[in-house]
């Protein structure tokens, strides 16, 4: 038996009890089955900040690629850019299933209605930087979207499941760039232990806040949009992440960091909520240089994308 | 569900060792299990010279196309534009890498670390004059129709090189010729069908298309007389004489700017070769210190 459609001449209160009865039967929503309007609206919001992300979190690193130190990296480099790149394309593509539009959603990006990951607003200092965040900010992507393989919506799960696998790739390429510098030159390890002092703390803020602070979590939750709270995700962060940074050589920069024999769990200190918000609301290091520059990609080439449209309207 | 567990077994798994992350650790040699006995007759440094110029067109054409990279005008455009850059990229690391093989490394050789292999020692330790790219590559980008422009004349001259250096007497630059046939029919392909759009849809990108190109035109001039290197290996039957490929590439090129409703600017006369003799214009150091510059400050590291 498949589900109703928009097109059905049932009412709503029936339309939304077989909703709520396929997401409690863990099965898949599909686009043309009826879902409530806070259900649609809240994936595009989620679908489209992540695909901002990705699109955004192309240039940190794209910053590198035209000074990679040897070619292999170059490669492996600009082969990574790319996929984030496709990865922006699958979930644009996801929420244009719930009608969105890609162009719109990129001009609410550059009107900065939308948002995406506050983390691609730190800057990239050294090469270093290139391997902390394929090993921690890559980490931290994974263990957010890993559960986003079993979202209640059909094309989300589907796209997670391919972005998965490739950031899981991208995030050994990062911890092998990691464990080759701390084989070499006392600089290089020196730069990867800054790049760790630099990233971590935000690669933590991530998760988002904390849950008695996440307004969004308990219905994401209940619609099966969403898996696992903040807190709970950033812990198995953090437990990941320990014994990867004693194996790499490095030390994370929190001196209340402890194993909890109990718990099993690692222990960490606070984190500086102040300047997660202040970084969300625009204010950090690079906030105004990604958004001019996916801007600047928009207006400079717009009359490429008005070319390509005016030919193929020629065409027979 | 399975999914689920399966990446954060893996994940969990990698704690155990080295081995789980580590696969790619190391350079591998691009050339590890070929034959690169260089053929009778050949000069090893004439072979050598030759890999220089094809690899260096290469890695500067992939550096100019990796600008583009964040900046381009729509998402498959970033996609497309990083694919065709990725080829050259390989391209230039078996070319250099086959330079190195045949001992043309010069001073960049003691000026890199032990650690640094051939093809990097090429690529990051090399001066401007050693540096033996055509001015075509060298050029800016421009805007969008220019690059287009300049990647159409690139590939199509490219392509109809390698599609002779096929039959190569030197079986490592016959067989980088085979494989980079099918990358560059594609890239020719790409820049061509950009160019019909840009040339046949509005009327800006028509007066943009015909500006790309009148600019790349002159850059064609040194394209098709052969440096002695290249006499000689001709003679040999290693290299091709790139004034046999003047025909096809002024046919595709013609051909392509008809369809695209464009002007064909004159067709330059030949010049005596530039580029290939290591002599370039203010661009090159630019592109090259921002291509070198953290691998020179750090010689004795590993990447």
């Known amino acids: ?316 | 569900m399975a999914h689920e567990e399966t990446v954060y077994d893996a994940l969990d798994q990698a704690h155990g060792g080295e081995g789980h992350w580590a696969f790619g650790t190391g350079f591998d040699d691009p050339l590890a299990g070929v034959d690169t006995t260089v053929p009778d007759g050949v000069d090893p440094a004439d072979l050598g010279a030759y890999c220089l110029m094809l690899g260096d067109d290469a890695l500067v054409l992939a550096q100019r196309l990796t600008q583009w990279v964040t900046n381009a005008p729509e998402l498959e455009e970033e996609v497309a534009l990083a694919n065709i850059a990725l080829d050259l990229l390989g391209q230039a690391r078996l070319l250099l890498a086959r330079a190195g093989s045949v001992g043309v490394l010069g001073r960049s050789r003691t000026l890199a670390g032990d650690t640094i292999p051939d093809e990097d020692a090429l690529a990051y330790f090399r001066d401007v004059d050693e540096f033996r790219s055509t001015a075509l590559v060298v050029a800016p980008n421009g805007d969008f129709a220019q690059t287009i422009a300049r990647l159409l004349v690139a590939a199509t001259w490219r392509l109809a090189l390698f599609a002779r250096l096929r039959a190569s007497r030197d079986p490592v630059l016959a067989a980088i010729a085979a494989k980079g046939v099918n990358e560059l029919a594609y890239h020719r392909d790409h820049a061509g069908r950009w160019l019909l759009r840009l040339g046949d849809g509005t009327a800006e990108s028509h007066q943009r298309a015909q500006a790309g190109v009148d600019a790349v035109w002159p850059l064609l001039a040194d394209l098709f007389t052969a440096t002695e290197v290249e006499a000689r290996l001709t003679a040999a039957g290693v290299a091709v004489d790139p004034a046999s490929v003047r025909d096809e590439v002024r046919s595709v090129l013609d051909e392509v700017l008809t369809r695209a409703t464009l002007r064909l600017p004159a067709w330059p006369a030949d010049a005596a070769p530039g580029g290939r003799l290591g002599r370039h214009g203010p661009e090159l150091p630019a592109l090259l210190e921002e291509l070198q510059g953290l691998a020179r400050t750090h010689p004795q590291a590993t990447w």
């Open chain 1, 1 to 316: 038996m498949s589900a109703p459609t928009r097109d059905s001449l049932l009412d709503d209160a029936t339309l939304e009890a077989y909703f709520d009865a396929t997401i409690a039967a863990g099965h898949r929503i599909e686009p043309r089955d009826w879902m409530p309007e806070g259900y649609r609206n809240g994936l595009i919001r989620q679908i489209a900040q992540h695909a901002h992300s990705e699109i955004i979190g192309m240039q940190p690193e794209g910053d590198w690629l035209l000074a990679a130190p040897s070619l292999r990296r170059k490669a492996i480099l600009l082969a990574k850019v790319q996929d984030e790149a496709g990865h922006g394309m699958y979930l644009y593509s996801a929420a244009e299933t719930l009608a969105a539009d890609r162009a719109d959603l990129t001009d609410k990006l550059i009107e900065r209605r939308q948002k995406y990951s506050s983390i691609f607003n730190y800057p990239t200092l050294t090469y270093a930087d290139v391997g902390v965040i394929g090993w921690l900010v890559d980490g931290a992507a994974i263990c957010n979207q890993v559960p986003l393989c079993r979202s209640s919506y059909g094309p989300y799960a589907r796209a997670m499941i391919r972005v998965c696998k490739e950031e899981s790739f991208h995030q050994r390429q990062g911890y092998e760039l990691l464990m080759t510098m701390m084989g070499g030159t006392p600089e290089q390890r020196a730069m990867v232990q800054d790049a760790v002092d630099r990233w971590w703390w935000p690669s933590l803020m991530m998760f988002g806040p904390p849950d008695d602070d996440s307004p969004n979590t308990a219905q994401s939750m209940k619609w099966g949009v969403k898996r696992h709270t903040n807190d709970e995700l950033r812990q198995r962060f953090v437990d990941m992440s320990v014994p990867q940074a004693e194996f790499l050589g490095v030390t994370l920069p929190d001196p209340e960091l402890t194993l909890d024999p109990e718990s099993g769990h690692y222990r960490f200190g606070a984190i500086d909520w102040a300047e997660f918000k202040r970084v969300i609301a625009g204010e950090g290091p690079c906030n105004d240089e990604r958004i001019a520059r996916r801007r600047a990609a928009r207006d400079d080439n717009a009359w490429v994308t008005e070319a390509a449209t005016a030919y193929a309207e020629k065409q027979p």
